[in-house]
C-alpha cells in the first residue's frame, strides 16, 4: 500500500510508533548489524538494488526503517530517501543513522515526481504493452529515456521488455559508497504526496531492481536474500506477507521466515490488492515503462502499479511475512471515502479491456466491498451509497455473480480469521477492507 507518515497508511491502526531517538539509533544499528553478521554496509556484498523510502515528517520512525535496510545481506546499492517536504527532522535522522551504520550520505535536490517515469498507460494500453514480454506476440518498442520529463497528460507507450539477466548475484554492480558498500542518498523536494515521492526515487535510482521501503515500516532481516534468489528471469515483482504490528522500534529483529512460493496474477490483482508497498522488489526497468506510480489515485496507487506490472511478466510472492508494517491513523487510506473514489475509478481502468459480463461481474464486487468496509466502520450512510451505486451503476444484474464468486469467499475468510483458535495469517488483503 501507500505508505506514508500523515500521508499514506492503509489499514487500521493498532497504535501509533514511538520515536527513534538519538541514542536509540546507534544501539538498534549495531544491534541489527551484529545480528545480520555485519558491522555496516562496507562489510557485506552488494545487491543491485535501490530502495526507495518516501519521507514526510517521519523523524520518528525513520531510523528503523533505514536501519532495517542497511543491515540487510547483502546490502542494497543505495537507499533514496525522498524528503517530501518534511518540517520536521527527518533529513537530520537519515543522515544520523547512515553515520551510525558508517554509511556516506549525499544531499540533493529531487529530480521532480516525472523525471524519467513514463505517465501511466492510457486505458486499454496495458495489455498492448504486454506483447513486449518474451513469449508473447507483439514487436516492443523503445523504454522511456530516464533524463526527459514525461508530461501528465501523454499516453504511455509500450516499452520494451524488462532485461531477463537475473541479479541474483549480490555483487553484480560495485557500490556507490566508500569501500564499495551502500550510501544514503538524501533527495529534497517540495510536498507532492505518496506517488510523487516515489516516482522521485524512481527516477533517481542506479539499481536494476527497486525495493519500496516506507518510512515507518521495518524490514526483517533475510528479506532482501529471500527476494533476490526468486528474481530471476521474467519476473517484475517479488512481494510477500506481512505483519501488522503497532511498535516500528519493536519490530524488525527475526530472522525472515521460510514459507510458499505463489504467482499473484493479473486476474487476481483484479480482485484485490494482494501485498503491501514495503514488501515489493520490482525490476526499475518495467516500473519505468508503465509509468511509475499514479498520483491521481493516490490511496490505490500502489494496487493500480501492481495490478500494470502484471501485465509486463510474472510476479512471484513469499508466503510468510518479511515485513513489519506499522498501522497509523493519520493516512490516506484513513479517509475512506477517499479510498472508494479513487478506487472505483482505478477499477474502471482496470476492467475495460475485458469482456462485458466479467468486467460488469468485478464492478459490483468493489462497490459491494466498500460497502462491508463502511458498514464495519460504522458509517452507514456511505455503506448505503455503495449499493446506491450499483443501481446507478446499471449493475444489479451483476451483483449474484459478484456475490457468488467474490463477496461470500471474502466474508468467509474474514470469518474464520476471528475464529478462536484461529492463528491470523500475515496481510494479504485490501487496503480498504
Not at 537507499?79 to 537530520?92: H, K, L, N, P
Not at 569501500?179 to 535510482?205: D, E, H, M
Not at 506490472?309 to 510468510?320: E, F, Q, T
Not at 444489479?396 to 478462536?420: E, I, M, N, Q
Request: aromatic fraction near 4%; charged fraction near 20%; charge should be neutral.
Amino acid at each position: 500500500m501507500t505508505e506514508m507518515p500523515t500521508a499514506g497508511r492503509r489499514s487500521p491502526a493498532d497504535g501509533e510508533p514511538h520515536a527513534a531517538g538519538p541514542a536509540t539509533v546507534g544501539d538498534r544499528a549495531r544491534e541489527r548489524s551484529a545480528g545480520a553478521g555485519t558491522t555496516g554496509g562496507a562489510a557485506s556484498p552488494v545487491a543491485d538494488v535501490s530502495v526507495v523510502v518516501p519521507a514526510h515528517n517521519a523523524a520518528e520512525t525513520l531510523a528503523d526503517a533505514l536501519v532495517s535496510a542497511l543491515t540487510q545481506r547483502p546490502v542494497p546499492l543505495e537507499v533514496i530517501v525522498v524528503d517530501d517536504g518534511s518540517v520536521d527532522e527527518t533529513a537530520s535522522v537519515a543522515r544520523s543513522t547512515a553515520a551510525a551504520l558508517g554509511v556516506p550520505v549525499t544531499e540533493e535536490v529531487g529530480p521532480g515526481p516525472h523525471a524519467g517515469v513514463a505517465p501511466p498507460a492510457a486505458p486499454g494500453s496495458e495489455h498492448d504493452a504486454a506483447a513486449s514480454v518474451p513469449g508473447r506476440a507483439g514487436s516492443p518498442a523503445s523504454p522511456a529515456s530516464p533524463a526527459s520529463p514525461a508530461s501528465p497528460a501523454s499516453p504511455a507507450s509500450p516499452a520494451s521488455p524488462a532485461s531477463p539477466a537475473s541479479p541474483a548475484s549480490p555483487a553484480s554492480r560495485p557500490g556507490v559508497g566508500d569501500g564499495g558498500g551502500p550510501a544514503v542518498r538524501i533527495l529534497r523536494q517540495p510536498q507532492s504526496g505518496p506517488s510523487g515521492a516515489r516516482n522521485t526515487g524512481i527516477a533517481a535510482c542506479r539499481g536494476g531492481w527497486i525495493a519500496f521501503l516506507d518510512a515507518d515500516d521495518v524490514w526483517h532481516q533475510g528479506k532482501l536474500d529471500r527476494q533476490l534468489a526468486l528474481a530471476g528471469p521474467g519476473v517484475v515483482v517479488v512481494a510477500s506477507d506481512w505483519v501488522r504490528r503497532s511498535d516500528a522500534a519493536a519490530t524488525g529483529d527475526d530472522d525472515a521466515p521460510a514459507g510458499p512460493v505463489s504467482t499473484v496474477s493479473e486476474r487476481d490483482l483484479m480482485v484485490l490488492n494482494r501485498f503491501q508497498t514495503s514488501t515489493v522488489l520490482a525490476r526499475t526497468d518495467a516500473v519505468r515503462a508503465v509509468g511509475g506510480f499514479d498520483p491521481s489515485i493516490d490511496g490505490v496507487e500502489d494496487w493500480d502499479m501492481w495490478r500494470r506490472l502484471a501485465s509486463r511478466g510474472r510476479i512471484v510472492k513469499i508466503d510468510a511475512p518479511l515485513v513489519s508494517y506499522v498501522n497509523r491513523g493519520d493516512s490516506y487510506s484513513k479517509d475512506l471515502v477517499r479510498v472508494y473514489e479513487t478506487a472505483m475509478t482505478m477499477v474502471a481502468r482496470a476492467v475495460s479491456t475485458l469482456p462485458r459480463r466479467p468486467a460488469r461481474r468485478l464492478r459490483a464486487w468493489h462497490h459491494l466491498r466498500f460497502a462491508v468496509a463502511f458498514a464495519l466502520a460504522g458509517d452507514g450512510p456511505h455503506a448505503r451509497r455503495c449499493c446506491g451505486d450499483v443501481y446507478r451503476a446499471g449493475l444489479l444484474s451483476a451483483v449474484p455473480g459478484a456475490v457468488a464468486l467474490h463477496l461470500l469467499p471474502f466474508l468467509y475468510g474474514r470469518l474464520r480469521r476471528r475464529l478462536p483458535g484461529h492463528r491470523r495469517p500475515a496481510g494479504t488483503g485490501s487496503q480498504a477492507t
